[in-house]
């Protein structure tokens, strides 16, 4: 199983960015799929989630109304879009099958100005 995250990077507040994360090794549209992130010092966090179908998703409150997370099944690829990025939002991002666990390697977020 690998999940490789890509297309962080820095922005300036307002920005956008679309993060993908590339699956194998496993039938991807079979499983639910996940965006985390974590800051310095800080917990990680859930901030998105999408079922295998892509059908349903869930996204945290506080990145609800800027943050879309999608998928496509045929590409084996899992993207979260990132529309008016706060300073807050910088992280390191990762990706997550939640069913088993795997994580990718994450990919950086910084919102500065």
């Known amino acids: 199983v690998q999940l490789v995250e890509s297309g962080g990077g820095l922005v300036q507040p307002g920005e956008s960015l679309r993060l993908s994360c590339a699956a194998s090794?496993?039938?991807?549209?079979?499983?639910?799929m996940s965006w985390h992130r974590q800051a310095p010092g800080k917990e990680r966090e859930l901030v998105a989630s999408?079922?295998?179908?892509?059908?349903?998703?869930k996204l945290a409150d506080s990145v609800k109304g800027r943050f879309t997370i999608s998928r496509d099944n045929a590409k084996n690829t899992v993207y979260l879009q990132m529309n008016s990025l706060k300073p807050e939002d910088t992280a390191m991002y990762y990706c997550?099958?939640?069913?088993?666990?795997?994580w990718g390697q994450g990919t950086q977020v910084t919102v500065s100005s």
């Open positions: 997550q099958r939640p069913s088993y666990n795997d």
């Open positions: 090794g496993f039938t991807f549209s079979s499983f639910a």
């Open positions: 999408i079922a295998s179908t892509g059908g349903q998703t």
